[in-house]
């Protein structure tokens, strides 16, 4: 099972809970969720993981960790957890071995049951319609993403995830620590842009983009630090179109990553780029040999 198909299966079940539980205005509250399936809830100050869900009989609780002082990560936190217990097979799979399972919330694992909790955290928090309808209101770039963060008690990191899939603007989030890009999601309309070529996990950051510069002094990062420039798509993906971005990247303090949204700067015209780069074409020079 590919990564989108783990995305939308996720979110098909979110969905559900969302019809069945009447959760329909924001910010959705995942700790009151847990509470009316009698499922106790409690903060506990451990490292190493963002949760865990624990099983005694028929009895199930939830631990969150607050070794990450965010509310919208918490929150992010206990959703990922209430994505095991609704996931289809996931109950047999993380109690496989005993009756506590430890997570590691946050879009980094490869562990196809964690990628599934955290899509399911994504969609819970942050439902399509209503996220689509607050997006509407809160301009574009990190700003919108910083907004919506607040307006729906969500992390930073999985607010900038679904702005990516709900906008028509030809964005990308990319999370990165040092020199390498951990994951990158990218807007529908970037994608097209983009053709076959992705900004590529595990792969190196372009250098002499914000982003590289940003990212050479650690003590940036831990302190929350920002900066903001421009690059262009073919620095990140090579490929044939040339789109000016705008690089907004933002230090994620004790987590020790980084954020980085991009968003081309003026509306972006496929057919207009390719007619673009036809007429570029015509007017090569063509030698006889």
């Known amino acids: 099972m590919d990564r989108a198909d783990i995305a939308w299966r ?17 910010p959705v509250d995942p700790i009151a969720l847990a509470e009316s399936l009698s499922i106790e ?20 609780g939830i631990i969150y960790s607050t070794h990450i002082p965010s509310r919208g990560f918490q929150n992010f936190s206990v959703a990922h957890e209430l994505g095991h217990y609704f996931m289809p097979g996931h109950i047999d799979a993380v109690f496989r071995d005993n009756d ?10 490869d562990d196809r049951y964690e990628l599934e909790a955290d899509h399911f955290a994504s969609a819970l928090l942050m439902p399509e319609a209503l996220f689509i309808q607050a997006a509407e209101r ?46 990158c999601f990218m807007s529908k309309t970037l994608q097209e842009v983009a053709g076959k070529n992705r900004i590529g996990r595990g792969e190196q950051l372009p250098p002499g983009t914000p ?19 421009t690059s262009d798509l073919q620095d990140w993906i090579g490929g044939r179109h040339s ?36 007429t570029v074409d015509s007017w090569k020079p063509r030698f006889r040999r």
Request: hydrophobic share 40%.
């Open 10 to 26: 996720a979110a098909s079940v979110a969905a559900t809970v969302i019809r069945e539980h009447g959760l329909n205005a924001l």
């Open 41 to 60: 809830v409690r903060a506990k100050a451990v490292s190493g993981v963002s949760g865990m869900l624990l099983r005694v009989g028929n009895n199930f």
């Open 100 to 109: 506590v399972h430890r997570s590691h919330a946050g879009f980094a694992s």
């Open 138 to 183: 809160v301009g574009k770039g990190l700003a919108a993403i910083e907004s919506l963060s607040e307006m729906c008690v969500t992390s930073l990191t999985s607010t900038a995830i679904q702005y990516t899939r709900c906008t028509d603007e030809a964005v990308a989030i990319v999370m990165s620590t040092g020199k390498r890009i951990e994951y």
């Open 211 to 229: 982003t590289s510069d940003f990212n050479k002094d650690p003590q940036r990062v831990r302190r929350a630090e920002r900066t903001t420039g």
């Open 243 to 278: 789109v000016e971005l705008c690089e907004e990247v933002v230090g994620l303090g004790g987590y020790g990553k980084t954020l980085t949204v991009l968003a081309a700067t003026a509306a972006v015209d496929l057919e207009e780029l390719e007619e673009e780069e036809e």
